[in-house]
């Protein structure tokens, strides 16, 4: 069919805009990643109504359906080159004790601002702030600074409901809706032991059928579109502290960090000398930074780390909005790294998150230091060290670009080799599908597909991404 025959038909059956402009297709053939995808319709469903009239229709025609929340998302997971459904209409919010329901086109800023009022915050607190939006957070089963102490989204979510496959809509859990495959003990020991982990299915949290919502929380887009969940929510801390510790070397920084978890820090974080020389917080010479934030036993804590530490403590600071302030320099690394990278220069979000057991950080550092050798590279490094999940930027010349899938092929088996997950949270997309069978073996990835299968038989839901048979690292990169 072709894109107006797609765009006049849909609008005869739907209320919500339906466009194939030219500009607005160009607007959404990419996102925060390093890819370029263009779609052919863009559609703004209002309400469930809608989404299950779109489900129906791209299911009649065999048209690929691919959500999109705010964009946000680093390794293209929403991008595709069919219907886009753009959630931002799915805007309702009702506060609870201690959850909230909120639909998955609201954006987490707004969220923050209405659950601040009620004295109260969700866990999950991705860098991009207030522009990621719920239905994306829960999509690559995102995480944040704060997600040491509250948990991913996985760990936070109570309830989903989905618009599914065939244009039914269904919340989970329910006891109709279980899985209908063998999650044997080898396919639970094929996950990495790591403390968050966006990549696949995750059916290792999966323990009976009231765990069975869990499966939404990373699946991309691919099992269903989300129009409302229930989240977990906290009370908001009567006071914290945040500790900056200067390190010569991400490797001591990493070694320190096992010590200082056993303070139970709420957030632990990490940014390396490519960051910390554009920042405003005198740190001597070079070296690297880490950020520990304490929001219980205070007092003791800070003492305490005092004590364990053995870089220098650099600040310590209680005043809740001079937190804030400090806290946007490591939120603002993404943008800081690109100060360090020049014209020829490019830093494709693809290697990214993985995440190891924290203890193993230092092997995952001289890995990198050999694959750094190895192809004369340059990399950025900052991230959630306390979770042992670091993003790692490569820098490379735009000439160079096509080293990229030899680069990351070696860091990812490395990754794995050591007992960790190629993605801590920013999900598989058009960048990572491609290792997902690499990562948990043929097992496992066949009890996915089956998954897949049974929650879309057809295919039509953000196809090739978490199941791939196809080689998209490279494919449709911009860069
Ligand atoms: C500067 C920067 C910093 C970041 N920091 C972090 C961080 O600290 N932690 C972190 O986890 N991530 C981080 N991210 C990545 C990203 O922002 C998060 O993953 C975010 O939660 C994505 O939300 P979004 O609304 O933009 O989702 P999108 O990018 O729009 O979508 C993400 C995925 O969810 C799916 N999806 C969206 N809506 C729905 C729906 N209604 N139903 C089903 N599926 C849906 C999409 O199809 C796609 O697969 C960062 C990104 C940037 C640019």
Redesign the pocket.
Known sequence: MKIYEIGINLTKIVGCIVTWDNHIRDFYSV??SSYKLRPQVITFPRNEDDVIKIIRFAKKHHIPV?????????VG??LGKGIILD?RNFNKIKIGKNHATVG?GVYKGHLDKILQKHGRFVGPD???GPF??I???I??N????HSLKYGSVIDNLIEVTIVNSVGNVTRLPNMHHMIKSNISHDVIKSFPMVSKNSCGYRIDKILSEKDVHKLIAGS??TL???TSAKLRTYRIPKSKALCIIHYKTLRQAAIDSVKILSLKPAALEAIDNNITRHIKIKVPNSGCLIFAEFDNDIKHNIKQIQKIATGKIIKIESDKDNIRKLWSFRNSA?AFSLKSITKKETMPTLIEDSVVPVKRLPLLLDMLDMIRKKYHLRTIVYGHIGNGNLHIRPVLEHKDISKIQKIATEFFTGVISIGGSITG???D?LARSEFVKTQYGDKTYSVFRNIKKQFDPQNIL?PG?IISDKKTMIKNLKI
């Open positions: 996102d925060a691919t959500p999109r929340g705010g964009g946000t998302g680093l997971s929403a959630m998955s991705p860098s991009i990621c939006t239905g994306g957070m999509g690559n995102s995480s944040g600074i991309e887009g269903g579109i989300i993404l949270e920013h999900g997309g953000n991404k």
